[in-house]
């Protein structure tokens, strides 16, 4: 589907392979929070700093510890799982549209 912007955020629906992933989650006001992505991490160039974790599978983590996420997470990992993020439009180079 086509992102959705809230608050000049874009959402963004990534598919993450089965296995260990290699992403920091860190907790903010908002909820879950990307903290770093390890240069070893499948997700690398996809998943970024700042992203904020809205859901996983379709399941709202705006709630969530990062604790409890990245334990759901671990536990879905012999499966696909679809992660949604949440992004600050700043971290993406602009799209002209000619």
Excluded: Q
Excluded at 42 to 70: I, Q
Aim: charged share 25%; with cysteine.
């Amino acid at each position: 589907g086509e992102p959705i912007s809230t608050r000049n955020r874009i959402s963004i629906d990534i598919v993450a392979p089965p296995g260990k992933l290699g992403i920091i989650i860190d907790t903010c006001s908002e909820g879950p929070i990307v903290h770093s992505v390890k240069p070893t991490s499948p997700l690398e160039g996809l998943m970024f700093k700042g992203d904020l974790v809205v859901a996983v599978d379709g399941e709202n983590t705006r709630e969530w510890s990062a604790h409890y996420l990245t334990k759901l997470v671990a536990k879905k990992s012999r499966f696909e799982r679809k992660i949604t993020v949440l992004r600050s439009d700043s971290t993406k180079p602009p799209v002209i549209l000619s």
